[in-house]
């Protein structure tokens, strides 16, 4: 019995902090993968120096991708089992659809863009046409700044809300989410630049949740239901 008490603190006092580190790493990864691909892939999509300029660090931020979305899949898995019981099966389900949906939007712009690199290096002198080119960067643009936006936005409400109703978080972390996430669900660009709206709020709320694990004392966290207790 002591055993699985014992059992039961250590993942309750280590799940909160692996959904904060998962998050962070995310963040970062994402980020980085998302500004080294802004900054040398034109916004002209008709603009294909960036193939000869720009190849092997757009191929570093592709690399990137697929460990930040590892990350973001043990961020969504962590957080899931952090509810328990108080998991709402309607909300759950938005949350981990919109999550699955943003993360295999960017894997499958990412690849298009993997795919004009590989087409380009394997035969520079024959390169994809200009209309296919830029037919696949718009169809990247739309990917990523149209419908992974949305979906992005989805999961922040969906998160805000069970945050909201299980009492998890502070009330300001959820509203501050909702707004939030109205930007994402409102707002009609093409630059990349928006994109990290996303991984900077998940930055933002999972160092909040490291800090409230590491002020938090091992002998209050018992059940670890409520913000006040994650604030204690």
């Known amino acids: 019995m002591t055993q699985g008490n014992v059992t ?9 902090r692996a959904a904060a580190v998962a998050g962070i790493l995310f963040a970062v990864l994402f980020s980085i993968s998302i500004v080294l691909m802004r900054l040398f892939i034109p916004a002209d999509l008709s603009d294909s120096g960036w193939l000869e300029t720009g190849a092997g660090r757009v191929s570093l931020a592709l690399g990137l ?3 930040a979305g590892i990350a973001f ?5 962590v957080v899931r089992d952090r509810l328990g019981d ?6 759950s389900t938005v949350f981990f659809g919109s999550g699955l949906l943003f993360l295999a939007m960017t ?7 993997g795919g004009i690199l590989a087409s380009y290096a394997r035969e520079t002198s024959q390169l994809l046409g200009r209309d296919v080119y830029v037919f696949g960067r718009a169809v990247m643009s739309q990917i990523f700044n149209v419908y992974a936006l949305r979906m992005a936005g989805v999961f922040m409400i969906s998160l805000g809300t069970i945050w909201l109703r299980t009492e998890l978080m ?16 409102l707002i009609v660009s093409l630059s990349l630049w928006v994109v990290l709206i996303f991984p900077g709020w998940v930055f933002l709320i999972s160092v909040y949740i490291l800090v409230l694990n590491m002020r938090r004392p091992s002998s209050g966290v018992t059940d670890g239901l409520t913000s006040g207790q994650l604030a204690e």
């Open 86 to 91: 108080f998991e709402d099966q309607f909300f």
């Open 65 to 67: 991708m697929p460990f």
């Open 73 to 77: 899949l043990w961020f969504v898995g």
């Open 170 to 185: 502070p009330r300001w972390v959820p509203v501050t989410t909702y707004l939030v996430a109205l930007v994402l669900l």
């Open 107 to 113: 894997f499958a712009a990412s690849a298009i863009a």
């Open 8 to 16: 039961l603190t250590r993942r309750r006092l280590t799940t909160p």
